[in-house]
């Protein structure tokens, strides 16, 4: 927990390198939280402390989740690393897989699909999701990708690649990669 939160403050830091900025960022408050109670949850603190633990975790979450408009769900893996620009209406469904050093903005879903169907997105490390994005069902979305803002996403996304609309499609894929150059 300690690791994954030193690295989320620092990527706060890197954007806003003014660490009073940093401590007021509510956004950084919920990611703190969700940390707290991942640890709490899934990682498992002394069985004599944690029934105080989970009091704690849920007066704190329900207070952010009330005031911020945030719900990262305790169950989520999420990777050390995480920037959400702003806060207000992101939530991360319990079942979701989320790399290391992504960017999250406002107003982002990251959750199940309707009708009854199982199943939620994971993402792979340093993608960019922009505000208002939805990314549902059992899908991955690549390394390195990035969504663009109101997207909807349903369905896989290539690594590096840029996706946008409604449904969302690849409008830009990643460069290849050099080819090595032959010995000789």
């Not at 401590?23 to 703190?32: D, G, I, K, P, R």
């Not at 990035?146 to 909807?152: D, E």
């Amino acid at each position: 927990m300690i690791r994954e939160l030193r690295a989320d403050l620092l990527r706060y830091y890197a954007h806003e390198p003014s660490w009073s900025r940093v401590a007021t960022n509510t956004a950084l408050w919920a990611v703190a939280a969700y940390r707290f109670g991942h640890w709490v949850y899934k990682e498992g603190p002394p069985r004599l402390v944690q029934p105080a633990l989970k009091a704690v975790y849920l007066v704190v979450n329900k207070l952010l989740e009330a005031t911020t408009e945030m719900f990262l769900d305790a169950q989520a893996e999420i990777g050390e690393g995480l920037y959400i620009g702003h806060s207000g209406g992101t939530h991360i469904n319990n079942e979701a897989v989320i790399g290391k050093n992504c960017d999250i903005g406002h107003q982002v879903t990251i959750g199940t699909s309707a009708m009854g169907r199982k199943g939620s997105p994971q993402l792979g490390d340093e993608v960019y999701v922009g505000a208002g994005a939805k990314i549902i069902g059992r899908i991955k979305v690549g390394a390195g990708a990035k969504v663009a803002a109101n997207s909807l996403v349903m369905t896989n996304v290539p690594a590096g690649a840029t996706v946008m609309g409604v449904p969302a499609r690849v409008v830009l894929r990643a460069a290849p990669a050099p080819e090595p150059e032959p010995d000789k």
